[in-house]
């Protein structure tokens, strides 16, 4: 997989070819908001909870799907939608510098 | 005497009796399996049942056929696990008290989890084919199916064997073309993930293949309910998808015993150590296969790498030595794309699948991330394999339990 260098808020990150962060320790809240902003997020207090509880689960290792956000007690899938709408967990994942959900190939 | 306890007679808890069996002294340990079903079904065979490749008698034998001398066989079925004290209730209420447990009770569809996808339409224009009733339902279906609007779809993950649907979609087009009748069937695949493959080589090699067959992908739909009576699935953003034929993979879950045992995650998968298939819920308690919250491919091949590194484990345990952390999430699976061709992935946690040779470098015979006919004949064999090989603890030769680089390409991966 290639890998290219982005300037995201005067930080140099390293993205994969999908726009995703490589390295979690690179991200900060200015990089999460520069990334909203081309992903046309307006973020609010509860755009943060969520990618606050994405990350959680992230450093936890454990894999994400919609079903495990309704459940968060965040918000519901519904809120999940509207505050991310066409493809919530990937664009949700890719604000808090996460990998995006895969499946085997 | 002391216990070990296998609750589960499938792929995994089958190939466990087998293994441990000749593990351990047969003078200190008793080893009892139970199951409540009578059928071991060849799952991979219910993916070619719907579309009459496979008969119904070749996939299904005798559980007892597998399990081996020196194993009592329990046909009850399990209420719950009671952690503390070391002991499985049975729903006879008959208790069984253990000193080592291993948790292989897989996973069910769970249609009842999608609102509107059980009711009268289910097995009638609604299917699954992940379970025996299903396929052979399904294929009845099809034998007088007219044409129309066929959508394959995924609800939720993980699910059993990732590729399964998307194999389903592939020999589809297959099927439909053979009888004639290709352009009388729209086939879309629909799925939650971000698109049909989604790893970065697979995608580029692969992704071909969908245009190709003609096969239209909706991707990023996460079902939120079925209108049967419309004939549509809905998903949370309010997209629509029309059907005249379903075939769904529903929410896949684990065992109801393991929420009524107090523990699970919230689709009642098992939490495990990744690498040493010890669960979190206490040091006695092993898991393995589908039942597992462990990030690997939910599959039989996974099942049987996890079989020899747990087999060792559980001795490990007994003697009281440190466990090997040693899985990688190994998984090796055929994937049938139609007219007699297969490709294979070999693959683990960290290395997505990428081309090259199996299991010999540079000879194959088998071809990795590539569509050839000696894969299918490779998919073809595998059921003798796994009813006379697999299932009975033999090792398989030249396939070792976890991934080796040697025949891949990996110089256009870096191992994200």
């Known amino acids: 997989m290639t890998t290219t260098e982005k300037t995201y808020a005067g930080v140099c990150v390293t993205c994969n070819e999908q726009g995703y962060l490589t390295n979690f320790e690179q991200w900060n809240k200015d990089v999460g908001l520069a990334i909203a902003k081309e992903e046309q997020i307006e973020m609010t207090d509860k755009h943060w909870e969520v990618i606050q509880f994405l990350q959680e689960q992230h450093k936890k290792q454990v894999p994400l799907s919609i079903r495990k956000i309704g459940k968060s007690g965040v918000v519901s899938i519904k809120e999940f939608y509207q505050l991310f709408p066409k493809g919530p967990l990937k664009i949700s994942s890719r604000i808090s510098g996460i990998p995006k959900p895969v499946s085997c190939i | ?416």
């Not at chain 2, 529903?250 to 523990?263: A, K, Q, Y």
């Open chain 2, 1 to 416: 005497m002391k216990q070990l306890l296998i609750l589960g007679a499938g792929t995994s808890g089958t190939m466990m009796a087998n293994h441990l069996r000749k593990a351990l002294s047969k003078k200190e340990w008793n080893i009892t399996i139970v199951d409540q079903e009578e059928t071991h079904y060849y799952q991979p065979g219910f993916l070619f049942l719907p579309f009459d490749i496979y008969k119904t008698k070749q996939v299904k034998k005798k559980i007892e056929k597998f399990i081996p001398k020196g194993v009592k066989l329990l046909k009850e079925k399990i209420n719950r696990i009671d952690k503390d004290n070391d002991l499985v209730v049975l729903e006879n209420e008959n208790i069984l008290q253990y000193d080592i447990l291993i948790i292989a009770t897989g996973t069910n569809i769970a249609p009842q989890e999608i609102e509107g996808m059980l009711g009268d339409h289910w097995q009638k224009s609604v299917f699954d084919f992940y379970t025996f009733e299903g396929a052979r339902n399904l294929r009845n279906k099809l034998r007088t199916w007219e044409g129309g609007k066929l959508v394959v779809h995924i609800s939720e993950m993980p699910i059993k064997c990732p590729v399964a649907p998307l194999e389903f979609a592939f020999l589809a087009d297959s099927y439909f073309i053979n009888k004639g009748m290709r352009d009388k069937v729209d086939i879309t695949y629909v799925t939650p993930m971000s698109g049909a493959f989604t790893k970065p080589i697979a995608t580029k090699e692969l992704g071909h293949l969908l245009e190709q067959k003609n096969i239209k992908v909706v991707p990023d739909f996460n079902i939120e309910r079925v209108d049967a009576e419309n004939q549509k699935i809905i998903d949370y953003g309010e997209e629509e998808v029309a059907y005249d034929l379903l075939v769904t993979v529903p929410t896949n879950m684990g065992d109801e015993l393991i929420e009524r045992s107090g523990f699970g995650d919230e689709l009642n998968f098992v939490p495990t150590d990744k690498t040493t298939l010890q669960t979190k819920v206490k040091d006695n308690i092993f898991a393995i296969g589908d039942a597992t919250n462990i990030p690997a491919s939910k599959a039989g091949s996974v099942a049987h790498f996890e079989a020899e590194i747990l087999t060792e484990n559980i001795q490990r345990y007994i003697q009281g030595k440190e466990l090997k952390k040693e899985f990688d999430g190994h998984a090796n699976c055929f994937i049938e794309t139609g007219h007699g061709k297969a490709l294979l992935i070999d693959f683990n946690y960290t290395q997505e699948p990428v081309k090259g040779t199996f299991p010999f470098p540079n000879v194959g015979p088998l071809s990795l991330l590539k569509e050839t006919h000696m894969n299918h004949m490779g998919k073809l064999a595998f059921r003798w394999i796994y009813w006379n090989m697999l299932i009975k603890g033999k090792h398989i030769p030249f396939v070792s339990a976890t991934m080796s680089t040697s025949g891949k390409q990996l110089e256009t991966t870096n191992n994200l």
